[in-house]
């Protein structure tokens, strides 16, 4: 039997969003999203971060590479959700999936930058280098110990097995998506909130329009999900200027910087032509021989260039 992701909230504003979020921002700080750029911060000196590196023989915490630290990244993402903000279930777990699916896209987009790997699905690289290697021993013990972190994973077949590549194209959603909880949160740079919004909203049509968001896929659901999730905060979380449908016309977001763009085009366009009447003019004045058509067509020209000068489009 298929096991449905469903993703629930409370009927209120989430508190705090942005100490859920911020762990990402806080992670790239250490490990940027662009593959083998240093951080602004040292990723060994994080101890917080190296205690889920691959442990040695000698007993000490070590990444060796980016397949070890982007690993290391993805356990304390865990552990920070799972030990730090629990959401308890019905059954008593910390169920709420909703964080989940931003800690395994960003591990799918993480995965798909040519790491040398053999893995095709999230499950693969779980089992393989986290649950059967025995390298992280203390992150399986404990946080199968106190979060029941093990139940929840074995319940998440669909999601842990989508395609690596396919589960990365959520990325740029995804960050989107929490950026606005950091600026929702903060209450503090709307035009940049809605920025954000009008963004995920086109990256979301982009993605509906993917040829694997089929009837009943894991693809449809994780959208689903990310639909929820931005619906939750346009509709609970009130703000003094709406954000935009999911189902909105994606031209008329971008209109903004269209109608801008066109806007100089056309002042442009004005100011070659007048500059091209007055080199014709003055191509003609050259040719005449009249002394007095030659004042007039600098008569003219002055005249012109004064009202050049006035023009107010130009300021």
Same mark, same amino acid.
């Given at each position: 039997?298929?096991?449905?992701? =469903?993703?629930?909230?409370?009927?209120?504003?989430?508190?705090?969003?942005?100490?859920?979020?911020?762990?990402?921002?806080?992670?790239?700080?250490?490990?940027?999203?662009?593959?083998?750029?240093?951080?602004?911060?040292?990723?060994?000196?994080?101890?917080?971060?190296?205690?889920?590196?691959?442990?040695?023989?000698?007993?000490?915490?070590?990444?060796?590479?980016?397949?070890?630290?982007?690993?290391?990244?993805?356990?304390?993402?865990?552990?920070?959700?799972?030990?730090?903000?629990?959401?308890?279930?019905?059954?008593?777990?910390?169920?709420?999936?909703?964080?989940?699916?931003?800690?395994?896209?960003?591990?799918?987009?993480?995965?798909?930058? %040519?790491?040398?790997?053999?893995?095709?699905?999230?499950?693969?690289?779980?089992?393989?280098?986290?649950?059967?290697?025995?390298?992280?021993?203390?992150?399986?013990?404990?946080?199968?110990?106190?979060?029941?972190?093990?139940?929840? =994973?074995?319940?998440?077949?669909?999601?842990?097995?989508?395609?690596?590549?396919?589960?990365?194209?959520?990325?740029?959603?995804?960050?989107?998506?929490?950026?606005?909880?950091?600026?929702?949160?903060?209450?503090?740079?709307?035009?940049?909130?809605?920025?954000?919004? #009008?963004?995920?909203?086109? %990256?979301?049509?982009?993605?509906?329009?993917?040829?694997?968001?089929?009837?009943?896929?894991?693809?449809?659901?994780?959208?689903?999900?990310?639909?929820?999730?931005?619906?939750?905060?346009?509709?609970?979380?009130?703000?003094?200027?709406?954000?935009?449908? =999911?189902?909105? #016309?994606?031209?008329?977001?971008?209109?903004?910087?269209?109608?801008?763009?066109?806007?100089?085009?056309? @002042?442009?366009?004005?100011?070659?032509?007048?500059?091209? +009447?007055? +080199?014709?003019?003055?191509? =003609?004045?050259?040719?005449?021989?009249?002394?007095?058509?030659? %004042?007039?067509?600098? !008569?003219?020209?002055?005249?012109?260039?004064?009202?050049?000068? @006035?023009?107010?489009?130009? !300021?």
């Amino acid at each position: 039997m298929q096991n449905y992701i =469903i993703y629930t909230y409370d009927k209120r504003c989430i508190k705090r969003p942005q100490n859920k979020c911020s762990k990402f921002d806080y992670l790239r700080k250490h490990l940027p999203d662009e593959l083998g750029k240093n951080g602004t911060l040292a990723f060994d000196d994080n101890k917080d971060l190296t205690q889920y590196c691959p442990e040695k023989d000698s007993g000490v915490n070590e990444c060796n590479n980016n397949l070890d630290k982007i690993t290391a990244g993805f356990l304390w993402l865990l552990e920070q959700y799972f030990t730090k903000y629990p959401k308890k279930g019905r059954d008593g777990n910390n169920i709420n999936p909703i964080f989940f699916i931003h800690i395994t896209i960003w591990l799918s987009y993480k995965l798909n930058q %040519k790491l040398g790997h053999n893995f095709t699905k999230i499950s693969d690289f779980y089992t393989n280098s986290v649950d059967n290697s025995g390298k992280y021993s203390k992150f399986t013990k404990d946080a199968y110990k106190f979060s029941g972190l093990g139940e929840f =994973i074995e319940k998440q077949t669909d999601l842990m097995n989508i395609n690596i590549k396919d589960l990365s194209k959520f990325y740029d959603a995804s960050k989107l998506i929490c950026s606005m909880y950091g600026n929702f949160s903060k209450n503090i740079n709307k035009d940049e909130l809605l920025n954000n919004a #009008n963004e995920f909203v086109v %990256k979301y049509q982009e993605l509906d329009g993917d040829s694997n968001n089929t009837t009943d896929s894991s693809f449809k659901q994780i959208l689903s999900a990310l639909s929820a999730d931005y619906d939750h905060l346009k509709t609970e979380c009130k703000n003094d200027q709406p954000l935009p449908e =999911i189902t909105a #016309n994606i031209s008329a977001l971008t209109s903004g910087e269209t109608s801008s763009s066109s806007s100089i085009e056309n @002042r442009l366009f004005t100011v070659l032509s007048i500059f091209g +009447a007055i +080199a014709f003019f003055l191509g =003609i004045s050259y040719k005449v021989n009249n002394k007095e058509l030659k %004042k007039y067509f600098h !008569y003219i020209y002055a005249n012109v260039n004064k009202k050049i000068i @006035r023009l107010p489009f130009l !300021y």
